[in-house]
């Protein structure tokens, strides 16, 4: 019989536990922990900015297909990355008809810092191994401040 941790699951982590844990290991160093602390933030905007730009409903499909991606890690990732993806849109709403060139422009800019982070890191990206990385990256970076407050996800 297996006994149950803080968390509520199985003694083997669980699967967001061991995502995170794994992004980690490529983000170790100061200085590229900080830049994605600042480039995916950005990233994340100028995606939903250039799908915006493609159509106003493939930015809201990408961002309900995420949170499905979400919630079956987690209700509290699905929370959290809804109220960032909904203040995201609200920002893309905002650069109205220069959405494109504006998304475009902190695209490349963010991931040339992201690329330069990964220099000084000395690894490759997480997200060259797997997709998904993708998605856990914005969960990585507010996974920091949830554990600043005591949040458990």
């Avoid at 990233?43 to 493609?54: E, N, P, R, V």
């Avoid at 929370?79 to 695209?107: D, K, N, Q």
């Avoid at 993708?134 to 005591?150: A, E, H, N, R, Y």
């Amino acid at each position: 019989m297996s006994t149950l941790t803080d968390a509520g699951s199985a003694a083997s982590p669980r699967k967001i536990d061991q995502l995170l844990a794994h992004y980690g290991e490529s983000h170790r160093h100061p200085t590229n922990e900080k830049i994605h602390f600042v480039a995916i933030p950005l990233i994340m905007l100028s995606l939903l900015g250039l799908l915006f730009a493609i159509h106003p409903w493939v930015a809201y499909g990408f961002v309900l297909a995420s949170c499905v991606y979400y919630a079956r890690l987690s209700l509290v990732w699905l929370a959290a990355m809804a109220v960032v993806s909904i203040a995201m849109l609200a920002l893309v709403h905002a650069m109205g008809g220069r959405v494109l060139i504006i998304s475009a422009a902190i695209f490349v800019a963010a991931w040339i810092a992201q690329f330069v982070g990964h220099r000084i890191e000395g690894r490759k990206p997480s997200f060259f191994e797997d997709l998904q990385y993708l998605w856990v990256g914005p969960m990585f970076v507010l996974s920091k401040l949830f554990l600043k407050l005591g949040i458990r996800w």
